[in-house]
């Protein structure tokens, strides 16, 4: 990582792939609401964090791990690091064996049909690689509607694809500029909807014709 960069929440990668105004009022704006799903995905997480370490069937369980990247760039918090004896693994400092770890990140609700999840994962992977000098090929990301993991292998397509959110969203945070609404079926879920307000603020909205369909509505 060079000098000038300044470290980014691998939370941000995430909400830029689900949407970039998102990240952008998050981020740049320094703009948060809660609603139903946030808060329960909130519930989800707390449940995972803690920074406690369990050894649970000869497994390492560590919950709310801190990690970051150097090379990259990015900083952020692990639900879960799962550490499994694998004479190819790692050593840990201070733990006797040898150790193959596995990110798992917990998430409200279904797989998403984009890789915003999956991409956030990828990410958690390439700072464990950084700070315990090894290869991670496959991390779980556990869904709380299925109430079960879906396995993610960090393929080079995967690798490819993260790194470029991290430039992108890099470019967009030192842009300091906010893209311009779209409204698409996946607002309706997103808990900054009431101040995105991505049917009034879309570029194809004029203020003015909005201005007349609320004087219209109040007589």
Not at 200 to 205: I, K, L
Request: hydrophobic share 35%.
């Amino acid at each position: 990582m060079q000098d000038e960069f300044e470290p980014i929440s691998i939370s941000a990668l995430q909400h830029f792939v689900f949407c970039e105004r998102q990240c952008a009022l998050i981020y740049i704006e320094n703009v948060w609401a809660e609603n139903r799903l946030t808060s329960e995905g909130r519930v989800l997480h707390e449940r995972s964090d803690g920074e406690e370490v369990e050894l649970r069937a000869g497994i390492r369980i560590v919950r709310g791990l801190r990690i970051a990247s150097y090379c990259f760039g990015l900083i952020g918090r692990a639900d879960v690091v799962e550490f499994h004896p694998d004479n190819h693994g790692t050593r840990l400092s201070g733990v006797e064996g040898v150790w193959k770890p596995i990110p798992i990140e917990y998430k409200r609700g279904r797989p998403k049909p984009d890789h915003c999840d999956e991409v956030q994962l990828c990410a958690q992977a390439l700072c464990l690689e950084e700070m315990l000098h090894c290869n991670i090929h496959q991390g779980w990301i556990y869904y709380g509607q299925p109430r079960r993991r879906t396995s993610v292998e960090f393929t080079e397509d995967l690798r490819s694809e993260t790194l470029a959110t991290v430039v992108r969203v890099r470019e967009l945070l030192s842009s300091g500029i906010t893209p311009v609404a779209h409204y698409e079926k996946k607002c309706k879920s997103c808990s900054l909807m009431e101040m995105c307000l991505p049917k009034v603020a879309g570029n194809r909205r004029k203020v003015s014709s909005y201005l007349a369909d609320v004087l219209r509505d109040d007589q």
